[in-house]
């Protein structure tokens, strides 16, 4: 049998490749400003279809009952009078055969798995799609219901009879894992889960607290927070026999897809995936949420399946508070310095209540020399919703970095920017090991953490303002405080994605996959990317990345990891495309071969006699995947497809790509010490983001970010009645976050070493600003009245709290 | 509620709305009294004009003017975000003002005059051009609701300081943070509909 090449062809090339990354092109749109959006119109004229704008005749409306109680089991549940309410056209109960029993679970190892994806959702030991146990207040539980409008389907709702009992339930971490408390899994012995991070260590901190000059000890408390984004979880679903048609709300289609299909045992080659326009994510409607957080695309394609018609599945917005942050976390720090800043040993000590598998030491690992590293974590399990993405996994991290260094500067009395390159390095090696790294892959050898930390000292005044703590009253008479951290962008090596490049036969190119664009303006960039390296205009290249049975899926967690994924992905495909369209116009120029031609602004010329053109249209005219060709011969289309795959997560080490570019974050903040309030005066982001494609890209994601940290830092916040478990919050009136008005100007600084390991030098952007500055506050308000908060978010009770003022 | 339905199983005159305890009685009245009276509108019909296009809509009671305009008439510029008055997307035009139309019943909106987002694109607008320019968008789900509200802004005063734009929308939220563009594109739009004027 002959072994086909063109598969491990495939493999081979799509491969991620270890090194700097020299183009071979000219950039003409790469890295331009003033390039129009491509989805700039559809979204700022109304015209941009979301999962909720979608309508069918004879649609149905679904809701699902959710538990009123933080922890309670159905004894006898009666739906009589729901059923006959006028107008409900199906109802689904915890023990009817097609549900009961039946787990969230699933992945792409069998239906058994949890997915691994999961994280903090995976350490809960059961996830029932509808069962007759909650263990939080607002877990789905007991019966679906479709009808012919929402109004009657949440009536329905009301009318089932319930009896409940209730049980014991807890909502604070410490509390959980003291002895004697109830244990809310059944069979466990204790309500501490079964982590696989939950020690982590490298060197021997022991050593290095002796070799340090000063330890300093702090603890600090983070509170749950969420994504809460724009655009409800939603869902259409419509049978069309054995074949299952779905529009959703999600970053990754193609793996809700997988586990649709495997939860319903149909084939894959049976679902069609359509994907609207996405309001917002932030990781919310990340991986397999509205399968294994919820069970939307579940419920629907069932109850669809029951009526025979189309079925619309949205939440409202109180039932989007779940799924927190993966921060809920109490931490103890036990640092060793050296009197010039020099960190010997790091100990973190973590009590988790909700968390994403990332304990808080991994940015140490992967930014810093400092040698003797020890993570310890509890995740407890308590009676409040998992953890889901959320802008992102890696808030630990940033929130352990930032105060772990801000801590040491301020014991020592040292400046903070000086503390970070001081300690600058990779998994315990200094900054030499990152130079002879960059030496020896092809990169430029610059210092990303200077550069950044120059930059923003210059934007924000740093020299001139910087002040002792508590030491400089405003005329105002609030105090005014500033702060600088410090971090890398995560993720510049996972991701897999494909997607292919078509010559249309009028010239104009369309790049066909699948992507679900959350924002960040991902299409506009592939488009710079492909225009650049097939030398056409922008404006002959499009995407309408819509249907995922194109084939094609990009890689879609926006912002950190899609471009570098995708980048490639789509500049693959366009050389692929670029080489196929050369051949084709070989054989119409005049003793041509494919190497002696190129392409600019769309037209194709003969390199040694670039007068001897012909447009990109002349050449395709004929070339088309499909004619009715009675007149003339066709020629074959030229599309060309590309998959890249860019890795897998993991430490900088383990990957074999330490990370080169670094970021630097200031803020000024005013503080009220009559009211505790706190005001964010000034922000200044900088990024080193390898290449910048696309630079208000960038920035939009800077100063976006730092909008979404802000509230987390001062407002955001998930607050649980303690007599009764229930969220108090669940609406955007009371749980706040920023406005226009809440933080002050925020200046953004694009850094462009080319020291990415993504295509053309690129790093990501995009989750991290609201990550880092929420724990950046912190060491704001402390530098402003002298007193460090130890609380997030940073409530005005708190400060003045700290202040002794209450 | 109890009250409210035995008020609606008497008999009310449909041309104003007095309420009789049996049928003859109805009867008697609405011929003494509304003989020559042109036929009431059905119970529950509002009339509106939306981008200038008149309307004759049969409501129900508890329709939200989010809900006639977005799911009976189709117009899916007008967004749901926070589903309670929070957060500014459903912005719509009512007469002039900026309204809330999820926060709004439709029965009430009868005679009014209501512009939303399709309307202020169709009419080309320069807000549309200058929040594409300013990348005053990401997600683009409450990009919408900001227009409408600067355009009613803009309507009112033609000539607002950069201050009073960040005011005006500070009603509006933006999950993904795209608050510093909008007040670089509405002064920008500001701008270009004095050149055009």
């Given amino acids: ?806 | 509620m109890k009250e409210e339905q035995s008020v609606l199983s008497k008999y009310l005159c449909p041309y104003c709305s007095e309420v009789f305890h049996d049928r003859e009685s109805l009867k008697k009245h609405v011929v003494r009294k509304h003989r020559s009276d042109p036929l009431p509108s059905p119970q529950g019909m509002i009339r509106l004009t939306i981008n200038g296009q008149p309307y004759e809509l049969m409501v129900e009671p508890q329709w939200t003017l989010y809900y006639l305009i977005h799911d009976k008439l189709g117009l899916t510029g007008t967004k749901m975000f926070c589903d309670r008055g929070a957060c500014g997307s459903c912005t719509v035009i009512m007469n002039g003002r900026p309204v809330l139309s999820c926060m709004t019943l439709a029965i009430e909106c009868d005679g009014s005059s209501i512009e939303t987002i399709e309307g202020i694109a169709a009419s080309k607008h320069p807000l549309i051009d200058a929040y594409v320019k300013h990348h005053a968008m990401q997600c683009g789900y409450c990009t919408p609701g900001f227009i409408v509200t600067a355009k009613a802004l803009l309507d009112k005063d033609p000539n607002p300081t950069e201050e009073q734009v960040r005011e005006a929308l500070s009603g509006n939220l933006c999950r993904c943070g795209t608050y510093p563009q909008h007040p670089k594109a509405v002064m920008e739009a500001a701008e270009n509909l004095k050149k055009g004027g």
């Fill in chain 1, 1 to 806: 049998m002959d072994v086909p090449g063109d598969y491990k062809k495939l493999q081979e090339e799509g491969l991620y490749k270890i090194g700097a990354d020299v183009p071979s092109i000219t950039y003409k749109e790469i890295g331009k400003r003033g390039i129009k959006r491509i989805d700039g119109y559809e979204k700022a004229s109304g015209k941009a279809v979301y999962t909720r704008d979608i309508q069918f005749p004879g649609m149905l409306y679904a809701r699902v009952l959710k538990s009123p109680y933080a922890r309670a089991k159905i004894k006898k549940m009666d739906t009589t009078k729901a059923e006959a309410l006028p107008g409900v056209r199906a109802i689904i109960r915890y023990d009817d055969p097609e549900i009961k029993g039946r787990q969230l679970n699933g992945s792409y190892f069998g239906p058994e798995w949890v997915c691994p994806d999961l994280a903090g959702w995976a350490l809960k030991p059961i996830h029932p799609v509808l069962g007759d146990e909650a263990w939080y207040e607002g877990q789905p539980i007991g019966a679906t219901v479709a009808a012919d409008s929402e109004e009657i389907a949440v009536e329905a709702l009301k009318l089932i009879d319930i009896e409940w009992e209730q049980l014991p339930f807890i909502l604070d971490q410490e509390e959980a894992i003291t002895p004697g408390a109830p244990v809310l899994r059944p069979g466990a012995e204790n309500n501490i889960l079964e982590d696989p991070r939950s020690r982590i260590e490298k060197g021997d901190v022991e050593k290095g607290f002796q070799e340090a000059d000063k330890i300093i000890e702090f603890k600090a408390k983070r509170r749950a927070h969420l994504w809460a984004g724009a655009e409800l979880p939603s869902v259409v679903v419509r049978w069309r026999g054995e074949n299952l048609e779905m529009w959703v709300h999600s970053q990754q289609p193609y793996h809700q897809k997988m586990l649709l299909a495997e939860w319903l045992g149909i084939p894959m080659n049976k679902i069609t995936v359509h994907v609207p326009y996405q309001g917002c994510s932030f990781g919310g409607r990340g991986n397999p949420a509205n399968n294994s957080e919820n069970g939307m695309n579940i419920l629907a394609s069932l109850l669809a399946k029951r009526t025979a018609k189309p079925v619309k599945f949205v939440y409202d917005r109180s039932e989007t508070f779940f799924g927190e942050s993966g921060d809920m976390m109490v931490t103890h720090f036990k640092v060793g310095a050296k009197n010039d800043g020099t960190i010997t040993a790091v100990h973190i000590k973590n009590i988790f209540a909700v968390y994403m598998c990332t304990p808080g030491v991994e940015h140490l690992i992967d930014n810093t020399k400092i040698p003797n590293l020890l993570c310890e974590s509890i995740v407890a399990d308590v009676s409040i919703g998992p953890a889901w993405w959320c802008r992102c996994e890696q808030l630990p991290n940033c929130f352990c970095l930032t105060l772990i260094f801000d801590h040491v500067a301020a014991e020592l009395g040292l400046d903070p920017t000086e503390v970070a390159l001081k300690n600058d390095g990779c998994d315990g090696k200094d900054t030499s090991f990152l130079s002879k790294y960059k030496r020896e892959h092809g990169f430029p050898e610059r210092d990303s953490l200077k550069e950044c930390i120059e930059a923003g000292k210059k934007a924000i005044g740093w020299d001139e303002k910087w002040h002792p703590p508590g030491t400089r009253r405003l005329p105002n008479g609030k105090m005014h405080g500033m702060a600088f951290t410090w971090d890398h962008q995560w993720d510049d090596v996972r991701g897999t994605g494909s997607a292919a490049v078509m010559i249309e036969n009028d010239g104009s190119v369309s790049i066909i996959a699948q992507h679900a664009d959350i924002g960040v303006n991902p299409w506009t960039t592939y488009c710079q990317i492909v225009a650049d390296e097939l030398g056409v205009r922008l404006e002959e290249v499009n995407v309408k990345p819509f249907e995922l049975d194109s084939g094609f899926a990009m890689m879609s967690p926006d912002g950190s990891c899609n471009l570098v994924s995708n980048g490639n992905v789509v500049r693959k495909a366009a050389q692929k495309a670029k080489r196929m369209l050369l051949e084709l116009a070989a054989t119409k120029f005049e003793n041509a071969q494919p190497q002696d031609l190129d392409i600019k602004d769309s037209i194709v010329y003969v390199k040694a006699s670039p007068e001897k053109q012909m447009s990109i249209k002349e050449v395709v005219a004929k070339a088309m995947p499909m004619f009715d060709s009675c007149v003339f011969w066709t020629e074959a289309p030229v599309i060309a497809w590309a998959w890249h795959t860019q890795g897998l997560w993991g430490e900088a080490i383990e990957t074999g790509r330490p990370r080169l570019c670094r970021q630097a974050h200031f803020i000024e903040v005013e503080v009220d010490t009559d009211t505790g309030l706190v005001e964010v005066t000034k922000v200044v982001n900088v990024n080193d983001v390898g290449k910048a494609i696309s630079p208000e890209t960038v920035e939009g994601q800077m100063y976006g970010g730092t909008y979404m940290g802000v509230g987390r830092a001062l407002t955001e916040e998930m607050i649980w009645d303690k007599q009764t478990g229930v969220l108090l919050n669940r609406n955007l009136l009371d749980y706040k976050y920023a406005t226009m008005l809440d933080a002050g100007p925020i200046e953004t600084i694009v850094v462009e070493t080319g020291m990415g390991h993504g295509p053309y030098g690129t790093t990501g952007i995009g989750e991290n600003t609201a990550t880092v500055i929420p724990a950046l506050l912190g060491p704001a308000v402390y530098n402003a009245i002298g007193k460090w908060v130890d609380e997030y978010p940073i409530t005005p009770d708190k400060v003045l709290k700290a202040l002794g003022k209450a």
